[in-house]
């Protein structure tokens, strides 16, 4: 049972650009979510994230989008940049519970 | 550095074997997770662990068994090894039992069953 999904495997973008993944998620007891970035060889490493009661989060070149009806979020990268080619992994977790569940994983491939 | 270690970096054995994988969380931090990642997988939650206590279960089999110590760190044991447990194991800590706490993770455990 996939709570969190990340329906597309990888996506490439031209550095410069906007970079946005998406991710759904079907659990609405879900309240919190994050983004977790992961280069080769090392651990995810935490980038971003946005509590329920909001509608977006920004930290400089990345934001956050949630859309609670639609149980959906994007993270939107402006510009994208060669460095952020990496996997990114979208997660949830719900107050009350002990455990963030991860969806599969995004590679993006920023073209210089 | 995140400041979570895990040891061994790479592990191969046999099938039928049993291995110990070991995490030493951030300093101070009283959670311990483990997830698994396999081939084109996301990272599947195994188990959690705050201040020695099991918090919560995910997909662990009944093979696979973890602890956390008095001093914190912890240990992910895998038995009768299979060749699909062939993975990379992530583990993370965080400060917090709760959720809506971002995680800190270590740099993996390959492990490689032939």
């Known amino acids: 049972d996939q709570q969190v999904k990340q329906n597309s495997p990888s996506l490439s973008v031209q550095e410069g650009r906007i970079s946005i993944l998406n991710c759904d998620y079907t659990?609405?007891?879900?309240?919190?979510f994050l983004w977790y970035k992961k280069y080769p060889a090392e651990g995810p490493t935490f980038l971003i994230s946005i509590s329920s009661i909001k509608d977006k989060n920004e930290d400089g070149r990345f934001t956050v989008f949630l859309n609670k009806s639609a149980k959906h979020l994007s993270l939107h990268i402006v510009p994208s940049q060669p460095g952020d080619s990496a996997v990114y992994f979208c997660a949830a977790s719900g107050t009350g519970g002990f455990k963030t569940i991860f969806g599969a994983g995004t590679r993006l491939f920023v073209k210089a | 550095d995140s400041g979570v270690t895990q040891t061994p970096k790479h592990l191969i054995t046999a099938t039928g074997q049993r291995v110990t994988l070991r995490c030493s969380p951030r300093?101070?931090?009283?959670?311990v997770y483990w997830y698994q990642q396999s081939l084109d997988q996301g990272l599947q939650f195994l188990i959690q662990y705050y201040n020695g206590e099991e918090r919560a279960k995910g997909n662990i089999l009944e093979r696979f068994s973890a602890q956390q110590f008095p001093d914190l760190h912890s240990e992910l044991n895998l038995s009768s090894l299979e060749l699909g447990d062939s993975a990379l194991y992530f583990c993370?800590?965080?400060?917090?039992?709760?959720?809506?706490?971002?995680?800190?993770f270590g740099s993996g455990t390959q492990l490689s069953v032939l």
């Open positions: 993370a800590s965080s400060a917090i039992q709760g959720s809506n706490e971002k995680l800190f």
């Open positions: 659990n609405s007891m879900f309240d919190y």
């Open positions: 300093s101070g931090d009283l959670s």
